[in-house]
């Protein structure tokens, strides 16, 4: 299945500050990586630098783990492999003239085993997770036309979004 995008407006972002207290309380990466909180800008200061923004595009590609014996074990590959992908797409809105793109990515940042807390060592593609920043993925691919199902064994959703013009 390949990468779908969706072009939208800043403005159907929702960000919302509970989003904080998931990461806080419920992801086993929260100060683990410099691409998660709270080692990134806050949802507040996320609020102004979005509002610089006028476009965006929403990238999905879903995964078949129909047949996949450990969706958590596959999904660091499937998340690294749509990174990959949805990073050459920033790259080339960036070459297209389009200099402050910059993409959320799906899931926290993988490049290395272990991420170096006192400096990143990969900073050129060290990219954050929408989540991380307040975004409500569920309502913004419902703004996409996107039902987000969660815990659905045959089916793995990476999902990215290139901020633009």
């Not at 047949?67 to 999904?75: C, I, N, T």
């Not at 975004?135 to 996107?146: F, R, S």
């Amino acid at each position: 299945m390949g990468l779908t995008a969706f072009p939208l407006e800043s403005g159907d972002l929702v960000v919302e500050n509970r989003t904080a207290l998931k990461c806080a309380h419920g992801c086993r990466n929260y100060g683990e990586r410099l691409s998660c909180p709270p080692h990134i800008h806050s949802i507040e200061e996320f609020r102004k630098i979005l509002s610089e923004y006028s476009d965006v595009l929403l990238l999905v590609e879903e995964h078949d783990t129909a047949d996949v014996q450990d969706v958590l074990e596959a999904w660091g590959k499937f998340q690294k492999e749509s990174f990959r992908k949805m990073f050459e797409l920033e790259q080339e809105a960036f070459r297209k003239g389009f200099i402050y793109a910059h993409l959320l990515r799906p899931g926290p940042c993988s490049e290395c085993k272990k991420c170096n807390l006192e400096k990143c060592v990969k900073p050129e593609i060290r990219r954050f997770p929408p989540e991380a920043v307040g975004v409500n993925l569920q309502k913004v691919l419902e703004k996409a036309g996107i039902k987000l199902e969660f815990c659905k064994p045959d089916k793995t959703v990476c999902v990215g979004i290139l901020l633009a013009g």
